[in-house]
């Protein structure tokens, strides 16, 4: 299957190691935010991306950046960064730090960059769609031709504003692409224990919706289907619902260390073997794009990238007690103290 | 000396559901990641191998649909125990439960009833930020219809839970997250406690403290440190905020004169400030001086740890507030 994404596909030796780049760059940040979290540095709830990268990447990369709209849940670094956000600026918010993103205010959940068209970074499952559709409603009343795209996942697909949104968005017409990240589970809790019907895929019908399943662990494919997408919503102004077919390989969030409650390590172990990252680079190894000393070499500098923005991250000093009052609304301050 | 058992506040919960559960098989469970994945706190753990899916209900994440099944369940004579993840949730489901479950004796002339339990952690647990650290308890006792109580010690969320279960009408059962892991000694012989009953956890004479839920603890480290100071302060823990046992208070405040009442929720317009209003109107004339009040900051919370600290009630807040009153 690997191969015939690569026959079919049109990237240059060079947009693929791009791909290739950034996905081990999320990766390895996320493995450097674990850590970081088990230092004590980042606490609350925070969730990574772990084995989900090509999907982020595919439609990301399918967008105008900055140009476009992008929305999604709590899971939220990958969107963040393959925008253009300031990855020390990520790394200081998990940490809660004054050069964060929110100033440490938002924390990993609530990552936002209106200027590259990033709207969060939210934490209510489900409660961002009716928000995207918004984003989306937006451009369309401007007359623009920005998309929109809305991510949530299979769990949050189950919230009745989700049907709601849906509804609007199809009566509307809205350019809104909602995409649900199916990485398998809603926290501890199975696909087929969740939903009805499994195929998520088939929720946008309904609503005269155009909808479909498609693969997200094979960024090649990911990027073809993304832009295919993308260009349609942009052409012909209407919304699209997909579901792409992940996993996560990481727990719910740092704080669940109990995966072996919902599935097994079986499981996780034949999971590995469709690693988007490994898939990719079994591709670039055969067309020797990449040798396995260049592949290494990426994998060390992009460490070490890494371990810098750590560093600058944690360099930066922590909000001032004052600022807790800070923008609560745009133009008055709240009733001070206890 | 009567059997006691060291145990925390979640293993009390527990046994409190598996005996009334064992005694009545109308009463199931029903929320998010309860059964199979023993609940987001592990309140559930150990309820789903024992029960099973008939008793023990997975939802999808879908609060107001659920919270609406478990009504209609109830009013068909079933007995739902409801588990939102954190009570921060429920704000999905106010519709169904503010104007559905809480209205639906009265506007039946009580040919309907409605007996269900709505649970979960609420309040401000560490750095999950601005949409999940929520006090929504004020909220709930604003509204006729639902009972709302707030443990804040082991063996009142074990009694207080066995009451709430053996009740007919809708009680919002608040626990806290930072309440959990705390332990306490509970009787091996079962009981229950009513609701309305507030209860002296601290005796003393210069100052009531009043408050509920982890504020009473709150409460206790205060007055431990106001005891350095000499000044003996009396913590009132009021666990039910409705029905609101407001004899009890007014009895402290007689005996010592002062009062600051202490909660964790948004300073302004909370429950704390009615308990507030209620002292400085019925115990006028046995005040010493004007009721203190406590409350969290008015402010989204943020995440930053430094941010939080400063914005969640602590038992420093509260000394302050005894020492401008004294
Ligand atoms: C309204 C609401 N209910 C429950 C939660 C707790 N919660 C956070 S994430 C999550 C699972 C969501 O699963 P899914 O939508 O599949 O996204 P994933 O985490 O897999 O990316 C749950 C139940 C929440 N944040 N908001
Ligand atoms: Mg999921």
């Known amino acids: 299957m690997a191969k015939q994404a690569v026959k079919n596909s049109t990237e240059s030796p060079a947009v693929l190691e791009q791909y290739y780049r950034d996905m081990v760059f999320l990766r390895h940040f996320e493995e450097k935010c674990n850590l970081a979290y088990r230092q004590g540095k980042v606490g609350g709830y925070m969730h990574t991306y772990i084995g989900m990268e090509a999907l982020a990447v595919g439609w990301l990369e399918s967008i105008k950046k900055g140009y476009d709209y992008v929305i999604t849940a709590y899971r939220d670094h990958a969107h963040a960064l393959l925008l253009g956000t300031d990855p020390v600026a990520v790394m200081a918010e998990l940490m ?40 989306a409603f937006a451009s369309k009343y401007r007359e623009e031709d920005r998309i929109t795209l809305n991510f949530m996942g299979d769990g949050a697909s189950n919230q009745g504003v989700v049907f709601e949104t849906l509804n609007m968005a199809g009566l509307w ?109 079994a591709i670039l190894l055969e067309r020797k794009i990449l040798t396995p000393e260049t592949v290494e070499a990426i994998d060390a500098e992009i460490i070490e990238q890494v371990d810098k923005i750590y560093d600058a991250a944690d360099a930066s000093p922590h909000p001032d007690p004052s600022e807790v009052y800070d923008n609560i609304y745009t133009d008055m301050d709240v009733e001070k103290g206890h | 000396m009567p059997a006691a058992t060291e145990t925390t506040y979640r293993e009390a919960l527990q046994k409190s559901m598996f005996e009334e559960m064992d005694k009545n098989a109308d009463i199931f469970l029903m929320g998010e990641d309860i059964g199979r994945y023993e609940g987001t706190f592990k309140v559930t753990k150990g309820f789903f191998p024992k029960y099973g899916t008939r008793r023990v209900v997975d939802t999808p994440i879908t609060e107001a649909g659920f919270m609406g099944i478990a009504t209609g369940a109830a009013m068909a004579g079933l007995r739902p125990i409801v588990e939102f993840m954190t009570m921060s949730f429920s704000i999905l489901a106010l519709d169904q439960i503010i104007n559905h479950t809480a209205k639906i004796h009265y506007m039946s002339n009580g040919i309907v009833k409605c007996p269900i339990v709505i649970r979960g952690p609420g309040g401000a647990a560490k750095q999950l930020s601005a949409q999940h650290s929520h006090s929504l308890d004020g909220w709930y006792a604003h509204v006729p219809g639902l009972k709302v109580v707030a443990p804040a010690t082991v063996q009142d969320v074990y009694g207080m839970l066995k009451t709430a279960i053996a009740d007919d009408n809708p009680v919002v059962f608040y626990e806290h997250p930072r309440l959990y892991a705390m332990k306490g000694t509970l009787p091996d012989h079962e009981y229950s406690i009513p609701f309305g009953k507030a209860q002296i956890l601290k005796e003393g004479k210069d100052i009531s403290l ?91 919370m943020p995440y930053s740890r430094v941010l939080e600290l400063e914005a969640v009630t602590n038992e420093h807040h509260v000394v302050a507030a005894v020492r401008k009153l004294l």
């Open chain 1, 173 to 281: 017409d809205l350019p809104c692409i909602f995409i649900v990240e199916n990485n398998e589970f809603a926290m501890g809790t199975r696909l087929e224990y969740h939903a009805a019907d499994p195929e998520l895929w088939k929720r946008g019908i309904p609503f005269d919706i155009k909808s479909e399943r498609i693969d997200g662990m094979d960024v090649i494919q990911m990027k073809n289907d993304a832009q295919r997408i993308v260009d349609w919503v942009r052409e012909n102004q209407k919304p699209y619902w997909v579901e792409v077919m992940t996993y996560r390989y990481a727990g719910h969030g740092a704080a669940d260390q109990d995966r072996q409650l919902y599935r097994t390590k079986e499981e996780e172990a034949s999971a590995w073997k469709r690693d988007p990252i490994k898939r990719l680079e």
């Open chain 2, 210 to 300: 009043v408050g509920y839920s982890l504020m009473s603890q709150i409460n206790l480290a205060a007055a431990e440190l106001l005891a350095k100071d000499g000044i003996d302060a009396e913590v009132v823990d009021i666990r039910s905020l409705l029905p609101l046992d407001t004899e009890t208070i007014y009895r402290s405040v007689r005996k010592t004169h002062r009062a600051v009442v202490v909660y964790e929720d948004w300073k302004s317009g909370s429950f704390g400030s009615e308990i507030h209003s209620r002292i400085s109107e019925d115990c006028f004339d046995d005040l010493d001086g004007p009721v203190g009040r406590v409350g969290g900051l008015n402010v989204p």
């Open chain 1, 96 to 135: 809660g730090r004054k050069d964060g993103t929110a100033g440490g205010k938002g924390g990993s959940m609530h990552l936002f960059d209106p200027e590259r068209g990033f709207y969060g970074g939210w934490g209510i499952v489900g409660g961002h769609i009716p928000l995207g559709a918004g984003l």
